[in-house]
């Protein structure tokens, strides 16, 4: 079992920036490549980013591309989602996953073997 907790969410304006972290535990947190997805009020859960085990490949979400940045720290079995320029249409409950394949790409949830409880962006107009 892997154990995702999501923080730094929030209320943030238009322009903004904001960093989420998701801090793993329970298995070695370099084995899983990790994700991040998110679910606005209403619509299915998206793929936003993803990177490889030892953070070498990235892959992101034509919509997020060139705002957001996903990177992990091993050492501190953590993933960050690094977001700048938030627009009004990132407002969405964000998850990060851990995902035992390590191929690319990977977008499906079914890709993803563990979630997080989730963390709420907020962009105001």
């Known amino acids: 079992q892997v154990q995702l907790v999501e923080s730094g969410g929030g209320l943030m304006q238009t322009g903004g920036s904001l960093r989420l972290s998701c801090a793993a535990s329970g298995r070695t947190f370099s084995n899983y490549a990790m994700g991040w997805f998110r679910q606005a009020q209403g619509k299915e859960r998206a793929f936003v980013a993803r990177?490889?085990?030892?953070?070498?490949?990235?892959d992101y979400a034509d919509s997020v591309k060139g705002r957001f940045t996903i990177s992990r720290d091993n050492g501190k079995n953590t993933v960050y989602l690094q977001m700048n320029n938030l627009k009004p249409e990132d407002t969405a409950i964000y998850y990060c996953?851990?995902?035992?394949?390590?191929?690319?790409?990977?977008?499906?949830?079914?890709?993803?073997?563990?979630w997080g409880q989730g963390t709420q962006v907020t962009v105001s107009s």
């Open positions: 990177i490889s085990r030892a953070g070498i490949v990235t």
């Open positions: 996953a851990a995902d035992s394949g390590n191929t690319s790409p990977r977008r499906r949830r079914s890709d993803y073997d563990y």
